[in-house]
């Protein structure tokens, strides 16, 4: 490092620029194909009743975070012109072409898919109050700071994205090392590639390999999220000691959870999370004489890149208490801005699946019914089906059936893709992989709780299945539409 240059750091920001813009890409794909039928004008929860709720007292505009629609009025199609805008702006910057600009165009280009996303974000309620959301958002925060092609990356704001990937992993092994005491007798992982909200084609194989694999895989999780995100900041100490040592340990940290993250995208499917960690850890990657900048920092850039840092000192107080509360709160956001957010993920692993499949019928007399299964793209359901990978793309609708049974009640987006189906609606079907009524409308529809689990490997050559699944109890019983249901919402 030299002072406030960071050139052994270029290819970093290379990684970290197309990396965090390929992500947009996908977000807003994944937006552009799902909002409309989820949130839209006519979807399960239609985001202009929310924005008309948020106009309707000072105290509810509050609790909305900044969103675009509240200054335009909501449409399904300026939604739809919003994401095919972040869709070209991300693949300008995927490509570098914003990048051979001076610094500030890089940085108008991310600002706007934050500001574009997080207009998406702030009314997508439930379907969108995952965690990686918001670490995208800060992520592109950040990205839009890292400068041109032809300048090095500022020492401050690579600083900035350790401290994103520390509170990133470290908040989730403490929050693990707090949670369920199956993370602290090593027995997580037991249950966890079984019973995880989507499993991937090899989640089965990493079920039933032994169980001392098992604990082997908890320990080093614990060690890549509780040790190794402080050898991120070694590098700093290249400032004051002459040798590459410090580069040396941040890049083997950086190695350790990008290898990390990478057995998590083999076995599970957990949308654009671990991509975006294997991306961010790569701030901590040096790579002395490999696109070496041939320009200095522009002094008004070293004064924006300051004050950003500045800001984010002051916004992370927040953070560093709650990493070290006992009552650490987990993917919260300190401010409207999404920015210096705490993170983490599965304090407690459930020990088993419990699956809600929605059946439908033709016939008039539901007691003496054939009763046909929808299937979703990603969620569990047909037992010979092995999984398919989606990730980075996010089903939304498939994540949130895995939440359903671990709830009390039914939720009000749940009923309304029950009536969305009696009425055989186009675009919702669309969101599902199989409608065993080929877009005819069923005469009643119920949903039934199986229990789910891996076939072993004899169940496996025996019935040909991957999952075997008992039948649990009816959670809703036969319905069918009323006359206004019948004519739509």
């Known amino acids: 490092m030299e002072g406030f240059a960071a050139p052994d750091f270029a290819l970093a920001r290379e990684v970290l620029q197309r990396g965090i813009a390929a992500l947009f890409f996908v977000a807003f794909l994944s937006s552009l194909n799902q909002f409309r039928v989820l949130l839209g004008e006519r979807g399960l929860l239609p985001a202009p009743e929310l924005l008309d709720w948020a106009a309707s007292s000072p105290h509810a505009a509050k609790l909305i975070r900044p969103t675009l629609f509240r200054l335009i009025r909501y449409t399904d199609r300026r939604l739809a012109a919003l994401c095919v805008g972040g869709i070209l702006i991300s693949s300008l910057l995927v490509a570098g072409v914003p990048q051979l600009g001076p610094p500030w165009v890089p940085m108008l280009c991310f600002l706007a898919l934050w500001g574009g996303y997080m207009s998406i974000v702030s009314i997508g309620q439930t379907f969108y109050g995952f965690g990686w959301e918001m670490l995208l958002l800060e992520a592109g925060f950040l990205a ?9 990356p500022t020492v401050h704001v690579l600083v900035l994205f350790w401290w994103l990937v520390f509170r990133l992993e470290f908040g989730a092994g403490m929050i693990k090392m707090r949670g369920g005491r199956e993370w602290r007798d090593l027995t997580a992982l ?18 039933l390999l032994p169980r001392w694999v098992h604990k082997g895989e908890v320990l080093g999780n614990h060690f ?29 940290a950086a190695a350790i959870l990008i290898l990390s993250q990478l057995w998590l995208v083999v076995t599970g499917n957990f949308a654009w999370l671990n991509w975006s960690t294997i991306v961010l850890a ?12 041939s320009g200095d920092i522009p002094l008004y850039w070293l004064v924006i890149t300051g004050a950003v840092t500045v800001l984010y000192v002051v916004l992370s107080v927040p953070a560093v208490r709650n990493l070290f509360s006992s009552n650490q709160q987990m993917n919260a956001a300190f401010n409207r801005w999404n920015l210096a957010n705490a993170y983490g993920a599965f304090g407690t692993v459930t020990k088993q699946r419990i699956e809600w499949i929605i059946q439908g019928t033709v016939s008039e007399d539901p007691t003496r019914a054939e009763w046909r299964e929808y299937e979703f793209k990603g969620k569990p359901g047909d037992e010979r089906r092995i999984p398919r990978q989606f990730a980075p793309y996010h089903l939304r609708l498939d994540w949130l059936m895995w939440f359903l049974p ?13 009536v969305k189906l009696l009425q055989a609606d ?42 075997m699944r008992d039948h649990r109890r009816v959670i809703l019983d036969p319905v069918t539409l009323s006359d206004r249901d019948s004519r739509g919402r």
């Open 282 to 293: 790569f701030a901590a990657v040096a790579a002395p004489g490999v696109l070496r900048p």
């Open 406 to 418: 671990l709830g009390r009640r039914l939720e009000d987006w749940f009923r309304a893709l029950i």
């Open 190 to 207: 037991t249950y966890h590639h079984e019973t995880q909200p989507m499993p991937g084609p090899f989640s089965r194989q990493a079920h």
């Open 426 to 467: 186009r675009a919702t079907l669309r969101l599902l992989r199989v409608d065993p009524f080929g877009g005819e409308r069923p005469r009643w529809i119920r949903v039934v709780a199986y229990r789910y689990r891996f076939a072993t490997r004899a169940e496996r050559r025996e019935h040909g299945v991957v999952w």
């Open 224 to 252: 890549a999220q509780l040790v190794v995100p402080w050898l991120l900041f070694a590098p700093v100490l290249g400032l004051w000691i002459p040798d590459r040592v410090p580069q040396v340990i941040g890049t083997v």
């Open 144 to 152: 839009a700071f890292l400068g041109s092609a032809d300048q090095p």
